[in-house]
């Protein structure tokens, strides 16, 4: 079946099929919810698949998709599990899925599997994190789901590493930024720079105790007033551990929240300490919001932040040189409103929203045209 042919099944374009665990706040999320909205519809027709149908985003995925099906999913070693693929596989037949994009490590084993079973002519996974958390038994599953893919989509050139160092082929790896949009911006007022902001969930690794622990460290933060938004199992912990460092009375923890673009116009800049990152979406959007940031040197931050030119990086877990920068951003306003600027105009220049869907759309169109809507099994993407 011809490319033409396919387009021809759907009365508006190809028929494919986009995976997301739930439609929950997160940068995944995000990225593939734009994703499933801006694909062009004369060309493709958009099926959004997940887990579970919830999600303060699952409406909005819904009024976009030509359908939402949900394939129930708990654990890969239960026997439902494979019930479930196999209901997708037939899905998928019925369907006459021509393409799947799968976007992280869940969706990669279930969808990539699934769509393989049913022939699905072009099979994308995705990459989108640094983590080497897994177990050994998790790292070779998601290796043999990549063995199924097509193509490899990472987020960034630290994610196309992560990769590589899991000896996926180079030739099935592709880059494509995430994107955002891109706030109109007003003029900033005169005051003081007192009012800081990170946007992430509560977890350890995106290191909001060493960001308690550098407001706590030098005198003159005594004015610096900092909001955490976001949820996640070290709440707690890090309300205690304010409280030990003697700043509870100036750190507030808002809880997750669906306003990021009010808290960005009402901050003065943006901190992000994490101890990994493949590309986030938080020091996007405070970039795109011309605020001045500081984050960690890690990951696809290094490729985000041109440190003194669009932000400052100081190394991962380094809560004085974490407060040392504070202190040099806070202390020179000006100064400080010019990384903001630089950072703006960065992310207009190179992370639109627009751009990563033509990323997607040009390795969508490359693959089908390859194939001609053939249905193939894909050569394995890595090394023996």
């Keep these: 079946m011809s490319l033409a042919e396919l387009q021809s099944v759907s009365a508006s374009g190809v028929p494919i099929g986009i995976w997301v665990s739930s439609f929950s706040a997160g940068g995944t999320e995000r990225q593939m919810l734009h994703l499933m909205r801006e694909l062009d519809r004369n060309v493709f027709t958009v099926h959004a698949l997940c887990f579970a149908a919830r999600g303060p985003w699952l409406e909005a995925a819904r009024e976009r998709s030509a359908s939402l099906v949900e394939f129930y999913f708990q654990d890969f070693r239960r026997p439902d599990t494979w019930k479930q693929i196999a209901r997708y596989s037939r899905w998928c037949r019925a369907n006459r899925i021509a393409a799947i994009i799968a976007s992280d490590f869940y969706t990669n084993v279930f969808g990539l599997i699934g769509a393989a079973l049913a022939g699905v002519p072009v099979r994308i996974g995705g990459r989108r994190e640094i983590n080497t958390d897994k177990s050994a038994a ?10 199924l893919a097509h193509r490899v989509v990472a987020n960034s050139r630290a994610a196309a590493d992560a990769l590589r160092s899991e000896h996926i082929r180079e030739d099935a790896i592709r ?75 100036r750190v507030r923890f808002l809880g997750e929240r669906h306003d990021i673009p009010d808290l960005l116009r009402t901050a003065d800049f943006f901190i992000l300490p994490s ?21 960690s040197r890690t990951g696809g931050i290094c490729e985000l932040i041109d440190d003194g030119v669009t932000g400052l990086l100081v190394p991962p877990g380094d809560a004085a040189g974490l407060s040392n920068a504070i202190a040099q951003l806070t202390a020179d306003r000006d100064a400080a409103l010019s990384l903001g600027a630089a950072a703006r105009h960065s ?18 169109l490359t693959e089908l045209d390859a194939r001609d809507g053939r249905r193939a099994r894909a050569p394995l993407p890595f090394h023996s």
């Design 138 to 147: 998790k790292l070779a599953l998601q290796r043999a789901a990549y063995g």
């Design 175 to 249: 880059i494509v930024p995430n994107g955002i949009e891109i706030p109109e911006v007003d003029a900033r007022e005169c005051r003081p720079l007192r009012r800081a902001l990170t946007v992430a969930n509560l977890r350890a690794e995106k290191g909001h105790d060493v960001l308690i622990d550098a407001l706590a460290m030098r005198p003159d933060l005594g004015a610096i007033q900092l909001d955490f938004a976001g949820d996640g199992p070290c709440r707690s912990a890090l309300e205690q551990r304010a409280r030990d460092r003697g700043v509870a009375d």
């Design 275 to 295: 101890r990994t990152e493949a590309f986030p979406n938080s020091v996007l959007e405070a970039m795109a919001a011309g605020l001045p940031v500081i984050a």
């Design 347 to 364: 992310v207009v220049e190179r992370y639109t929203i627009r751009s990563m869907v033509k990323g997607f759309t040009d390795i969508l």
